[in-house]
C-alpha cells in the first residue's frame, strides 16, 4: 500500500512565503514523477509542478519564478517553496506522484490528503 503524507500549509500573508513537503511510502519499485496540484474552492484541481525521475520540471504558467518544486536524494521527498504569495494561490494542495509497485503492473496515479493554503492579511 502506498501512501503519500503532505505537511506545510497554513496561513501566509501575501508577498510571504511557505514550503510545503511530501513523502511518499510504502511498497514503492519505481517514482516516475511526483508534483503538486490545488484546488480553490469552486474551481477545478490545477496542475501546479511537477518534476520527474529525471528531474525535469514543470510548473503552471501563474505561478513561475515563484513557485520551485524539489526532490530529496532518495526521491521519496517532493517539496514545494512557495514566494511572493498572493491570495490567488489560496487554495487545497495536493501532493501526487506516479508510482510502479510491482514489475507487472504499470505506474499509477497516487494522491495525499491535500493541505490548506490560505493566503491573507
Known amino acids: 500500500q502506498v501512501q503519500l503524507f503532505e505537511s506545510g500549509g497554513g496561513l501566509v500573508q501575501p508577498g510571504g512565503s511557505l514550503r510545503l513537503s511530501c513523502v511518499a511510502s510504502g511498497r514503492i519499485l519505481s517514482l516516475n514523477a511526483m508534483g503538486w496540484y490545488r484546488q480553490a474552492p469552486g474551481k477545478q484541481r490545477e496542475l501546479v509542478a511537477t518534476i520527474t525521475s529525471g528531474s525535469s520540471t514543470n510548473y503552471a504558467d501563474s505561478v513561475k519564478g515563484r513557485f520551485t518544486i524539489s526532490v530529496d536524494n532518495a526521491k521519496l521527498w517532493v517539496y514545494l517553496q512557495m514566494s511572493s504569495l498572493k491570495p490567488e494561490d489560496t487554495a487545497v494542495y495536493y501532493c501526487?506522484?506516479?508510482?510502479?509497485?510491482?514489475?507487472?503492473?504499470?505506474?499509477?496515479?497516487?494522491w495525499g490528503q491535500g493541505t490548506q493554503v490560505t493566503v491573507s492579511s
Open positions: 501526487h506522484a506516479l508510482i510502479r509497485t510491482t514489475l507487472s503492473s504499470p505506474a499509477s496515479n497516487y
